[in-house]
């Protein structure tokens, strides 16, 4: 079983900057991705930005120009920058890794972690 645990969280003024940090634990099988998710009260959870374990990336608009996923396969961990935050990027933010193969894939979710950015 693998378990992904966030850090890098918390309270930015506008303008400002994040890094959030999710690191894997466990066996992680066949061709995977990690990303990052984020959801606000009352909404459905949205891609923010993911990375293949090959490292090809992909990025919500909302991310482009302003965020930058990245990888340590040797440590299983996966990271988001987050630069020139703005308030409407405020939402619990969720590391999911998406892992298996072609005939069974598993979706793994970390706990999540606060991003609050005050304008």
């Known amino acids: 079983q693998v378990q992904l645990v966030e850090s890098g969280g918390g309270l930015v003024q506008a303008g400002g900057s994040l890094r959030l940090s999710c690191a894997a634990s466990?066996?992680?099988?066949?061709?995977?991705?990690m990303g990052w998710y984020r959801q606000v009260p009352g909404k459905q959870r949205e891609m923010v930005a993911s990375?293949?374990?090959?490292?090809?990336?992909n990025y919500a608009d909302c991310a482009k120009g302003r965020f930058t996923i990245s990888r340590d396969g040797a440590k299983n961990t996966v990271y988001l920058q987050m630069n020139s935050l703005k308030p409407e990027d405020t939402a619990v933010y969720y590391c999911?890794?998406?892992?298996?193969?072609?005939?069974?894939?598993?979706?793994?979710w970390g706990q999540g972690t606060q991003v609050t950015v005050s304008s």
């Open positions: 999911n890794l998406n892992d298996g193969f072609s005939f069974s894939r598993r979706d793994t």
């Open positions: 466990g066996i992680i099988f066949g061709g995977n991705s």
């Open positions: 990375i293949t374990h090959v490292g090809s990336t």
